[in-house]
């Protein structure tokens, strides 16, 4: 490696370096936690708002209905 990079450029490089492995098996791989953080960005958002529910039943049952889990019972 006698190229000058930059500090900033060399910091990238090396992090790119250490984790080229990891790299490769992301982009060869069609797994990804997407669907999982996108579930748990909306229960975050739903909790901001649920302010209003009398109790943690009614709460959870809110994030199933939107999510299409919840059998509801009369």
């Known amino acids: 490696n006698n190229i000058m990079l930059p500090e900033g450029y060399q910091t ?3 992090t790119f370096q250490k984790f ?3 790299i490769k098996n992301a982009l060869q791989q069609s797994y990804s936690n997407g669907p999982l953080e996108c579930l748990n960005n909306h229960i975050k958002v739903l909790k901001r708002n649920a ?3 009398r109790s943690f039943y009614n709460f ?3 994030i199933m209905i ?3 889990n919840a059998l ?3």
Do not use: S, V
Request: proline share 6%.
């Open 12 to 14: 990238t490089l090396r």
């Open 51 to 53: 302010y209003g529910f």
């Open 20 to 22: 080229l492995p990891q």
């Open 66 to 68: 939107c999510h299409g």
């Open 60 to 62: 959870k049952l809110r």
């Open 72 to 74: 509801i019972f009369n």
